[in-house]
């Protein structure tokens, strides 16, 4: 890949190029990861939340509210150089920032997941058990596939918070875009500028993230409007 | 202890100064948009979308490396850091006032233009006051978000709350503890924030609760 990058724009812009996009593909991946872990774990506490147990409630809600409130910054450093030091052992600094990222992921998964449960309109439920159905068939026939409207459009523009947050894992050695922005900034290529390097990466970040949150905008505009969907979104 | 203290005042004004800066500066985007301003608008859009669609991480090193090295300045670090986070935070408040501004009824204004306010007197006391009232909660938990993001600037070297941790750590290698305090120390001041912001809700918008 490297070859064609610099072909194209010549030899010291070609090669950073060319790295900066190997990186990129790390950002993605651990993109991914976060998503679907905190996805999985999101969907558990999600659960939690709207059932009639008042103990998983409470949980589930101290929860959410512990990993909203503590900085994914902190997160990163208790998992990256935190916990390692207690537990006198190197962790990698993938597992690291895919578990700060994956917490991080889950709690706002939750709380939007939850969210749309809750934004839909009471009467349902009330319609479903009138009509003899015990809440686990009223929740996955008649409640979720309402509730999935209203956590679409949330769930994509979270993505874009996510894809942001990874840029924080290079403080514990994640190798993404950041540490070779910070690289080729503190030691810069001979023949390059090196302030392009930062608008290069706002380039590379904006684009990977502008297409999720106007996607996440159409969605709400398509989706949210049928129930007057409750606007409040994270972050 | 006393560097962790200093370093939360030091965090604390930041955010406060990004808080007000930025909001000032989203007032002026926000107006551009709602009142299709040519040029000003479009501008609005785009360096609202750019910025909320880049890390803060990467703003801040633009901010604080990228620019001085383009124009050829030296600010102390701080005035870097705090003017990455206004324009951070600048962006994010636009949006949500931009979403209030559009939500005022519409016979709120058929109303004023009914007594014959003129369009910027129409703005500023009937629009503008209704629309930061809709949104002020939205607006207190996007500052309480940012807040808990702003620990980014230490990598600066700027002398914040995260800065001081890590000065620390370095020295005892007890970052468990280290991190774990200063965990703490963030979501105490993010509650703080909280308790402060609801207290000027209800202080700013008494006549919202009369309604």
Known sequence: MTDAFVSILGKPYGIVLAQLLTATQYTIYLTLIAFLGGGLIGAVVATAKITTSRTARTLASGYIWLFQSVPLLMLLFLLGLGVPRLIGMNINSWLAASVALTLYASAYLSEVWAGAVNGVAKGQWEAGFALGLRFRPVLWTIIAPQALRLAIAPTVGFMVQIIKGTSLAYIIGFHDLMTIGRRWANAPVPGTEPFVIFPLMALIYFCLCFPLSKLSRRLERRLGAVHGADKTAAG | ?211
Do not use: C
Not at chain 2, 33 to 62: C, G, K, S
Not at chain 2, 150 to 170: F, H, K, M, R
Not at chain 2, 176 to 205: H, N
């Open chain 2, 1 to 211: 202890m006393l560097r962790l203290i200093e370093g939360a005042g030091f965090s604390i004004a930041l955010a406060t100064i990004g808080g007000i800066i930025g909001f000032i500066l989203a007032v002026g985007l926000a107006s551009a948009r709602y009142f299709a301003v040519p040029v000003a608008a479009q501008v609005a859009v785009v360096y609202v979308e750019f910025v909320r669609n880049t890390p803060l991480i990467v703003q801040l090193f633009f901010v604080a490396f990228g620019l001085p090295m383009l124009l050829g300045y030296a600010w102390p670090f701080w005035a870097h850091a705090a003017l990455a986070l206004t324009l951070n935070f600048s962006a994010y408040f636009a949006e949500i006032l931009r979403a209030g501004l559009f939500s005022i009824a519409k016979g709120q204004i058929e109303g004023a233009r009914a007594l014959g306010l003129p369009t910027l007197l129409l703005y500023r006391k009937v629009i503008f006051p209704q629309a930061v009232a809709a949104v002020f909660p939205s607006l207190n938990s996007q500052f309480i978000f940012l807040f808990l993001t702003t620990g980014i600037v230490a990598e600066i070297g700027v002398p914040d709350l995260t800065n001081a941790g890590l000065y620390i750590d370095s020295r005892t290698f007890r970052s468990f503890e280290v991190f774990t305090v200063l965990t703490i120390m963030y979501v105490v001041i993010a509650v703080g924030f909280k308790v402060v912001l609801s207290l000027l809700q209800r202080r700013l918008f008494a006549w919202q609760a009369s309604r």
